[in-house]
């Protein structure tokens, strides 16, 4: 399969907005899911670490095909503000700086992974 790149700019990744959707990643090992939930602009990962305990596979995004939206989120979306970035290492703070959202627990509870993956 062949795809034509076409010159964009550096912004190519907001052609939608999902701020307020609710989104479940699944573990296909565990079957253990999170419900999130996006609470700024800003690009999320398709695939996760596992945030099941024990478990060290990947979850994968429902694509935000979230049926029931009236489900409690069990995780947030969110931009970090300049300070905080700041504190973050390279890799997540070049993911940040691209747009990209970083992830917490809505109950302020630590994550077992606390930056988002590539
Ligand atoms: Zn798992």
Redesign the pocket.
């Known amino acids: 399969m062949k795809e034509e790149l076409k010159a964009t700019g550096p912004e190519v990744s907001h052609a939608q907005s999902y701020k307020g959707r609710l989104n479940i990643y699944v573990?296909d090992?565990?079957h253990?899911h999170i419900v999130t939930v996006d609470k700024d602009d800003g690009v999320t990962p398709f695939m996760i670490g596992?945030e099941?305990k024990g478990?060290k596979?990947i979850?994968k995004s429902s694509f935000y095909r979230v049926f029931d939206q009236s489900m409690a989120p069990t995780h947030e979306w969110y931009r970090p503000t300049e300070p905080e970035i700041a504190t973050l290492q390279r890799g997540a703070a070049d993911h940040v700086r691209q747009g990209g959202l970083m992830l917490r627990r809505c109950d302020g509870a630590p994550m077992k992974h606390p930056l988002t993956r590539r």
């Open positions: 573990c090992e565990c253990g596992c099941a478990c596979a979850m």
